[in-house]
């Protein structure tokens, strides 16, 4: 079933227009960001009915598809095992490697499968696996470990293109009258070499998020209702006949999502739980319910509880007391000659709920420009909310307004009178007018720290911006650096220093850049910024990893990056694709431009002296190395812990260990 449609109706158009572009100083309307209950049962029926029919109601010989919305320090020393490098303290995140301390369990790379290794010393030998059954046999998307009990996650997927696109792009995929359900199976390690199976959930819609605070799991999913004799692209009056029959016929409890906990099926929401509504015109197309959940996996009976409401979300952010959603509103008009016309604003429509000993409620609903960016694991960290104010930095850059300044810094606080996420602050604004990144550059990376942002922009080279949110309603940009390069992920180093990991680049006079100047990207870089005077930042060493090509995991996930405070040493690890083999075809390219052939993969281990300043890099743990066998993407899953004295890499489905 479809979400959002490219090629539509201009009432559609219209609703998603909602809201202006005006400056921030003014509030923007949230007539369309707020939620509202519905009425009664009947109105949300006839809700979900009148979209349906819309989309099948009509012959048409238009195929229609959906449209793609665009940690804490490290550990103490008193801790000797190393943990899932979260954005928040407090807050677990899926990730397919978690230790007990005495055992490593992970998610295989090949099939449905729980894998255990038992380290002992430089060794890790496995020692267990459990087969689950997934729906269509699909890969675990990540587990999560709380006392005795392994809680893996499962989710359909239909497309292979990475993950720069929006859960909803699964939907574009799909097999025709198929609805997409995730899956959670709780597995007993009381006996760590002998898991057990102890129950499975699954819940109808696609999962676009999870997190584990304490007991409590909190998931959120996409959900679209369908019907199963439903023709999806009705080319004649007949087959449009028979949709509308069958969509004016349907009962609530047809068009609303259910759950299965072991062999019993359930609804999800009950007819007297109504699900919110985003507050759209009455002409809206959207029918996607979107359900976020609490499951409390220290319960024998870890049943779904929570609400629901008809719009869309593509990004969860968490603290330990609230859940943000997020989704991207692309705003179009109407024109003289009754067309439609993208009006050059895209918006971000953001939901706050209060998380409470396992219950949830509705709070409040804002609305900012710029959108969150393209890829979905950097998209939480564009948010962070610190002593009740949300902070949010969005991508302006492709606005038709905008003349300068590629990002935007908001800072929201709820309104309980009001259900407003009120706008506090921004930056620029009238007092700071400096611009955060230049025209044309993009958002690489961002992290929230305490009262400062820090913020990657790139183009030709890498300008970090820090911000001072110690006043919510006058941020400040304390400094810009530029530097080689660019940064994809910002890890807090003690009090004093800043790691960034990304890629070199090299700048050239050549080209259809600034001026004829071009960027070529380089090696894996590793750049340790000095932040103890925060209004000047200087780079205080770097370390370049390979030639051009070569790529690491923490580019596409921070879960990929391992750490470990021991005295004044952070211990550090993260996987690379290592390329900086000559390339017989490319020996005639500038150097600059240059790809190189792939070498080996490999966890590459290096110290921060926390005291100093300095990276100290020592000798990788290989994984595969181009000799021995093909090229594989597969170290995109690779991931790593640290126990004592030593390190357990885990490439592919085996665990190569060694002493620090």
């Given amino acids: 079933m479809m979400q959002s449609v490219a090629i539509c109706t201009v009432a559609s ?80 995140e899926e990730d397919r490697l978690k230790t007990d301390g005495q055992y490593l369990y ?48 499962a989710k359909d997927r239909f497309y292979g293109w990475g993950s720069w696109l929006t859960p909803a792009m699964d939907m574009m995929f799909m097999p025709v009258n198929t609805q997409p359900s ?62 509308r029959s069958l969509i004016n016929n349907a009962s609530l409890k047809d068009l609303m999502p259910n759950y299965t906990l072991g062999q019993n099926t359930a609804e999800l ?33 870890p049943t779904p509880k929570g609400l629901c409401f008809i719009g869309d979300a593509e990004t969860l952010y968490a603290s330990p007391s609230a859940i943000y959603l997020a989704t991207t509103q692309y705003n179009y008009t109407a024109t003289a000659n009754a067309l439609v016309a993208y ?30 960016g393209w890829y979905q694991d ?47 602050g921004t930056l620029p604004n009238s007092s700071n007018p400096q611009s955060l990144g230049k025209i044309g550059e993009q958002i690489y990376a961002t992290r929230f720290v305490g009262d400062r942002a820090y913020l990657v922009t790139y183009r030709l080279t890498d300008p970090l911006y820090i911000l001072d949110l110690s006043n919510p309603a006058n941020p400040t940009m304390l400094s810009e650096l530029e530097i ?22 090299v700048v050239t006079e050549t080209g259809s850049g600034d001026s004829g100047r071009s960027a070529f990207y380089q090696g894996v870089k590793l750049s340790l910024i000095d932040i103890s005077n925060p209004a000047q930042p200087f780079e205080k060493d770097k370390i370049i990893l390979g030639k051009r090509g070569s790529n690491t995991a923490v580019s596409q996930t921070h879960h990929a990056f391992t750490s470990l405070q021991t005295g004044n040493t952070l211990r550090v690890a993260l996987p690379i694709s290592l390329h900086d083999t000559a390339a017989p075809n490319e020996q005639n390219t500038p150097e600059s431009m240059r790809y190189y052939n792939w070498t080996r993969d490999e966890l590459v281990r290096f110290s921060i002296d926390t005291a100093q300043g300095s990276l100290t890099q ?27 004295g030593y390190l357990h890499y885990l490439h592919q489905d085996k665990v190569i260990s060694t002493a620090w």
């Fill in 13 to 92: 158009f219209l609703v998603m227009g909602c809201g202006d572009n005006k400056e921030s100083a003014t509030q923007p309307s949230f007539s369309s960001a707020k939620l509202k209950r519905s009425d009664s049962d009947f109105v949300l029926l006839n809700r979900l009915r009148s979209t349906l029919l819309k989309q099948y109601g009509t012959a048409s010989e238009t195929h229609y598809y959906p449209t793609a919305s665009p940690s804490d320090t490290a550990s103490t020393a008193i801790n000797a095992t190393s943990s899932t490098n979260t954005q928040e303290r407090g807050v677990d």
């Fill in 106 to 153: 992970a998610s295989s790379v090949d099939k449905p499968s729980l894998l255990v290794f038992k380290p002992d010393g430089a060794t890790a030998p496995p020692v267990a696996s459990l087969d689950l059954v997934t729906r269509n046999n699909t890969l675990l998307s990540g587990l999560y470990l709380h006392n005795k009990t392994v809680i893996a996650l």
């Fill in 182 to 243: 995730s899956q959670l199976f709780f597995i007993d390690i009381s006996q760590p070499e002998s898991p057990k199976a102890l129950n499975s959930l699954s819940i109808d819609g696609q999962l676009i998020s999870s997190r584990l605070v304490g007991s409590m799991l909190y998931v959120s999913l996409r959900y679209t209702p369908n019907l199963k004799s439903l023709i999806p692209y009705p080319t004649t009056e007949a087959q449009a006949a028979a949709n």
């Fill in 269 to 301: 929401f009950s007819e007297q739980q109504s699900c919110l509504q985003t507050q759209y015109s009455k002409d809206s197309s959207s029918n996607t319910i979107i359900s976020l959940l609490a499951i409390d996996v220290s319960s024998t009976n």
């Fill in 343 to 372: 009006s050059g604003t895209v918006q971000t429509d953001i939901h706050k709920f209060a998380l409470k000993e396992g219950a949830i409620s509705y709070k409040a609903s804002g609305r900012i420009d710029g959108h969150l």
């Fill in 378 to 424: 950097l998209k939480p960290f564009r948010l962070s909310e610190h002593n009740d104010v949300l902070r949010v930095i969005s991508f302006t850059g492709d606005q038709a307004s905008n003349t300068a300044s590629t990002a935007k810094l908001y800072t929201l606080k709820e309104n309980a009178s009001t259900q407003n996420l009120d706008i506090v």
């Fill in 484 to 505: 080689e390069g660019y940064s994809d992920y910002l890890h807090p180093v003690g009090d004093h220093y800043l790691l960034g990991i990304g890629k070199d680049a």
């Fill in 618 to 644: 020592l000798p990788a743990v290989i994984g595969e190395t181009a000799g021995s066998t093909t090229y594989s993407s597969a170290w995109g899953e690779d991931r790593s812990i640290m126990m004592g």
